[in-house]
């Protein structure tokens, strides 16, 4: 699975963006896709996951209240949208895929198989 993530950029803090990430090679049917982000210097970090298969959802406590992941089944797409974003955000934001990660383990980034090549979240002050 090759994985696609865009929609970074640069923001004014209070602002909102929608990350993007797609598949290519096959639908995401099956995995459980998550975004992580890695501000420079700082461990990568868990944001949120969909479980493609029903769409249940976890977020990290921290972020759930301007965070929210989404899926578009028919687009094979899945979606971060960032709310009233902050400088603390700034970060490469990663998604990530797994078919065999279990629920508890869904946080970790060495859990997940299929990694994008990261975008871009710069929030300006």
């Known amino acids: 699975v090759q994985l696609q993530a865009s929609g970074g950029g640069l923001v004014q803090a209070g602002g909102s963006l929608r990350l993007s990430c797609g598949a290519s090679g096959r639908t995401f049917r099956g995995y459980k896709v998550g975004w992580f982000r890695q501000a420079p210097g700082k461990e990568r970090e868990f944001v949120a996951v969909?479980?493609?298969?029903?769409?249940?959802?976890i977020y990290a406590d921290s972020l759930k209240r301007r965070f929210t992941i989404t899926r578009d089944i028919t687009k094979n797409t899945m979606y971060l949208q960032i709310n009233n974003l902050e400088p603390k955000d700034t970060a490469v934001y990663y998604c990530?895929?797994?078919?065999?990660?279990?629920?508890?383990?869904?946080?970790?980034?060495?859990?997940?198989?299929?990694w994008g090549q990261g975008t871009q979240v710069t929030v300006s002050s």
């Open positions: 969909i479980k493609w298969d029903g769409g249940t959802t």
């Open positions: 990530g895929a797994t078919a065999r990660t279990i629920h508890s383990m869904l946080g970790v980034p060495s859990s997940y198989e299929y």
